[in-house]
C-alpha cells in the first residue's frame, strides 16, 4: 500500500463545475504539499499546508491531520485548469517528499 | 526571475552509453533533488543534497550518481548500470527558510534507444 493514496484518478468536468481531489496518507506528516503539473511535464507547487485550509484564486486546500486526509478544491473550472494534480507529504524534519501517484483532470467546455 | 533550470529538455541516447543531466538554481536554495517520473507512478526520489559537498541517495539510486560542488549546481549522471533508464527526470529545489517550499524544472525526458 502506498503511503500517499489521491482519488479519484481520472476526472473529466465540465466547465464551470466545482471539483475535489482527495489524498489520503498513511503516516505522520510535517507538512502536505499539492503540485500541478502541465502536459509539457514542468510541476508548479500550488500549496504547503500542514494545518487547516488556504485559498489562492479558484483554487483551496484543506488538511484534516487527525484524518490523515487532505482535499483540493477547484471553484468554477475552467479548461485551463486541465492538468494532473500530484499529492506529496514531507514527513518528520527530513526535506524530502513522497508522492502520490497524481489525479488527471480534464475539464472541457 | 528566479528558478530552476533544466537542460535539455529532451535527449536521445544510445544503449551503453552514461549521459549527464544539468540542474541548475539561482533561489539560494540548500537542499535540491533529483525525481525520477514513470507512466502511471509518482515521483521517485533518485538522490538528494541538504548541503555542498554532501549527498543521500534515494530510494532509486543503483544506476544512477550524483555531485555538489556548487550550491547551485546538482547534475545527475545515468550510467549504462541503470537498467531502464528511459523516462522523465525532474530537478527541485528546497530551503528550511522557506519552511521547505519546494520549487520543481520543466524536467528532461530522456530517451535510450
Known amino acids: 500500500k502506498n503511503e500517499v493514496e489521491q482519488s479519484p484518478q481520472n476526472l473529466t468536468a465540465q466547465e464551470g463545475e466545482f471539483i475535489t481531489i482527495n489524498c489520503s496518507y498513511s503516516?505522520?506528516?510535517?507538512?502536505l504539499h499539492w503540485l500541478q503539473q502541465h502536459p509539457g511535464g514542468g510541476i508548479v507547487s500550488l500549496f504547503m499546508?500542514?494545518?487547516g485550509k488556504k485559498k489562492h484564486g479558484r483554487l483551496i486546500a484543506t488538511i484534516n491531520i487527525q484524518e490523515k486526509h487532505s482535499s483540493l478544491h477547484i471553484t468554477a473550472s475552467h479548461p485551463r485548469d486541465s492538468a494532473v494534480y500530484i499529492c506529496?507529504?514531507?514527513?518528520?524534519?527530513?526535506?524530502?517528499?513522497?508522492f502520490g501517484t497524481g489525479t488527471r483532470l480534464q475539464v472541457t467546455l | 526571475d528566479g528558478g530552476i533550470t533544466q537542460s535539455p529538455k529532451y535527449l536521445f541516447r544510445k544503449e551503453g552509453q552514461n549521459v549527464t543531466l544539468s540542474c541548475e538554481q539561482n533561489?539560494?536554495?540548500?537542499?535540491m533533488y533529483w525525481y525520477r517520473q514513470d507512466p502511471g507512478q509518482g515521483l521517485r526520489l533518485i538522490y538528494y543534497?541538504?548541503?555542498?559537498?554532501?549527498?543521500q541517495k534515494g530510494d532509486i539510486a543503483e544506476g544512477y550518481s550524483v555531485s555538489r560542488e556548487k550550491k547551485e549546481s546538482f547534475p545527475l549522471t545515468v550510467t549504462s548500470a541503470q537498467k531502464n533508464p528511459t523516462a522523465f527526470y525532474l530537478c527541485?529545489?528546497?530551503?528550511?527558510?522557506?519552511?521547505?517550499?519546494?520549487?520543481f524544472g520543466s524536467g528532461t525526458r530522456l530517451t535510450v534507444v
Open positions: 527541485a529545489s528546497s530551503s528550511y527558510g522557506t519552511g521547505y517550499g519546494y520549487t
Open positions: 503516516v505522520g506528516i510535517s507538512a
Open positions: 499546508l500542514s494545518s
Open positions: 506529496a507529504v514531507r514527513t518528520g524534519t527530513a526535506s524530502k517528499l513522497t
Open positions: 533561489l539560494n536554495h540548500d537542499a
Open positions: 543534497s541538504q548541503i555542498v559537498n554532501d549527498f
